[in-house]
């Protein structure tokens, strides 16, 4: 394999990563005048963020008069149990207004008030009323807008269907990637003065996902293999409501949009069950709480039929249900032959997102790495422990600005010529190609389906220590087997399967390990990471954040004490702001 050709293609920026945060990363540099390169593993247009329904979270206060950025900012904190980066925290409730009124002047088409004005819908663990949306469509509507203005911007330029498999160094700041293009093999070596991640979760590690079939933590292990700090990879999100039947359908998402439109949980006796772990909030309660509600009703012996719970919305009319609601209508009535203004839904939790992955900068999203930066759902830190409804949305607007921003800036200020280390591109490819290499060794599609139940069985919903190290174990058995195997099948490189599939399950390993070893440390339950051994709260571990790290003997997990909230910002979290009630039809 010594001497394999490639092609090389030089660029200011180069975006890994072509959802929401991706493109408006790409938007701010080309703004600041760089020429910007996005390499998108999929088609343009067709990344995770489409799949993103129920809206964007700001504080316009378009339908709650009340609204501020602070009681944003504190709903932010208190979701995730206050081991949020504050600062990101506070930016994001800040800024998030603007970025969607800018959405807006591109060209998004959101509902509307009475007034005109644009239409916020309640969700889980917001105050007020706050989510921007397009029906249940949102985020299909952000990644339209968005492209659309991408694509008039003559500086850039888009490679589709290419696949980046290792980050390119240089004296330890990161100066390119080596890549492949899925439609023919080729090998493309990408030289840039600044690399931005924006690749998404990891969600396909588990058995039962919302994610498309895109999200296998590429950028989480990019970044780790280049020498960067991961950050709360303990903090894997289970949304309460995911299909459950048919089982090909089982884990598609079930917006949190209906409930936000007023749809009602119950369990097999039909009691709306929710009144028994949050009274104040009940349906509308945070995910996690919802989450764990759901699991309890089902384990102790009040589930739905096929092990969830029932909700239901038919108490509004068919016609509010179907202007709300259009996706959801037709997602139950197509795929479940349930029609949702007649009958209830069946649910239960299923991964949807990861609120650890690389660790970052809050001003800038720059990772430990110079010249490295991550936005989006790659990127921790924003939500902590529990990621509220919403929030994504508008963190892919607000931090993507701002990585691409600074990422564009570390490109001007380093304007010469980019080096590359030959010898660290003969070493990527060889890894690269090596399963098509071992006709002999294992099969990539059976290890990928033997990681995944090993995250289903041992980190789920609630964890315990024998369990989770029972997981790390396997999984670092799976590292060692993975390592050998085979592409299987055909040795061409023209859209072969099991190449592709055996690079996925590279970074989904390094995702793995990392949820384990950060879970085993977390000696406490917190968020999204409940522990059956750690049943309560560990005040002290509410001051750190665990990190992994590459080293010598492999991945190294430690806590990381976090800044301290200032005393002017502590006293907004402490504040009580008043209650708001939705009057119907608004």
């Known amino acids: ?120 819908r309640p969700f889980g663990a917001h105050t007020y009323p706050r989510l921007a949306h397009i029906g249940d469509r949102t985020g299909l509507e952000i990644i339209r807008s968005l492209q659309d203005h991408l694509v008039h911007m003559p500086n850039i330029e888009v490679h589709m269907e290419t696949t980046v498999s290792s980050l390119l160094t240089w004296e330890g700041r990161a100066v390119g990637a080596l890549a492949y293009r899925r439609v023919d093999g080729a090998l493309v070596v990408y030289r840039a003065k600044a690399v931005l991640l924006a690749t998404g979760g990891a969600g396909r590690i588990y058995r039962v996902t919302s994610n498309s079939w895109e999200c296998t933590g590429d950028g989480v292990a990019l970044a780790y293999h280049a020498g960067a700090q991961l950050q709360d990879c303990e903090m894997v999100q289970f949304h309460p409501t995911g299909m459950v039947w048919p089982p090909g359908v089982r884990g598609i998402l079930v917006t949190e949009g209906v409930r936000g439109e007023g749809g009602i949980l119950r369990n097999s006796r039909g009691e709306r069950f929710m009144v ?25 012996g009040r589930g739905s039929p096929h092990g969830g719970a029932f909700l239901d919305i038919s108490h509004k009319s068919p016609e509010y249900i179907r202007r709300k609601l259009p996706s959801m209508y037709e997602q139950f009535l197509k795929l479940a032959k349930v029609d949702i203004t007649k009958e209830p839904m069946e649910v239960a939790p299923t991964i949807h997102y990861f609120m650890g992955g690389v660790r970052v900068g809050a001003e800038d999203g720059a990772t430990t790495v110079p010249g490295l930066f991550a936005a989006g759902e790659v990127a921790s830190g924003l939500h902590g422990a529990n990621r509220l409804g919403g929030n994504s949305l508008s963190d892919l607007l607000v931090f993507g600005k701002r990585a691409g921003d ?23 490819i060889e890894e690269l190609l090596g399963p098509l290499h071992r006709p002999d060794g294992e099969s990539p599609f059976a290890l990928e389906e033997e990681l995944r139940d ?78 059956r051994d750690y049943p309560d709260l560990d005040p002290k571990l509410e001051a750190v954040n665990m990190v992994a790290q590459k080293s010598e003997g492999g991945m190294a997990c430690f806590p990381v004490e976090r800044e301290p909230i200032p005393d002017e910002l502590r006293a907004i979290i402490d504040k009580k702001f008043p209650r708001f009630e939705l009057e119907e039809g608004s």
């Open 1 to 120: 394999m010594a001497n394999e050709p490639y092609d090389t293609v030089d660029t200011d920026v180069l975006v890994i990563g072509a959802g929401g945060a991706g493109q408006r990363a790409a938007i701010a540099a080309a703004e600041a005048g760089c020429q910007v390169l996005v390499v998108c593993k999929s088609l343009l247009g067709k990344a995770h963020t489409v799949m993103a329904e129920g809206g964007m979270a700001a504080a316009l206060a378009n339908v709650a008069g009340a609204d501020t950025w602070e009681v944003h900012f504190q709903d932010t904190m208190k979701g995730g149990k206050l081991i949020n980066n504050w600062r990101m925290a506070h930016i994001h409730a800040t800024e998030a207004p603007e970025r969607v009124l800018e959405l807006e002047r591109w060209g998004a088409v959101f509902d509307r008030t009475r007034e005109g004005y644009i239409h916020q």
């Open 276 to 300: 028994n772990y949050d009274p104040e909030r009940m349906d509308l309660s945070s995910r996690d709480v919802v989450a764990r509600a759901i699991n309890a009703e089902v384990e102790a």
């Open 406 to 428: 600074a990422a564009a800036v570390f490109a001007q200020d380093h304007a010469g010529p980019v080096k590359i280390d030959r010898a660290q591109v003969e070493r990527a």
């Open 454 to 531: 090993v995250c289903t069985e041992y980190a789920p919903l609630i964890r315990d220590r024998e369990g989770l190290e029972k997981g790390l174990e396997r999984t670092l058995e799976l590292a060692e087997r993975a390592a050998r195997c085979s592409a299987g099948g055909p040795t061409g490189r023209a859209f072969n399967p099991g190449w592709h599939t055996a690079q996925d399950l590279r970074n989904m390993l390094v995702s793995a390990e990392a949820l384990f070893r950060c879970a085993l440390e977390r000696k406490e339950s917190r968020g999204a990471h409940a522990r």
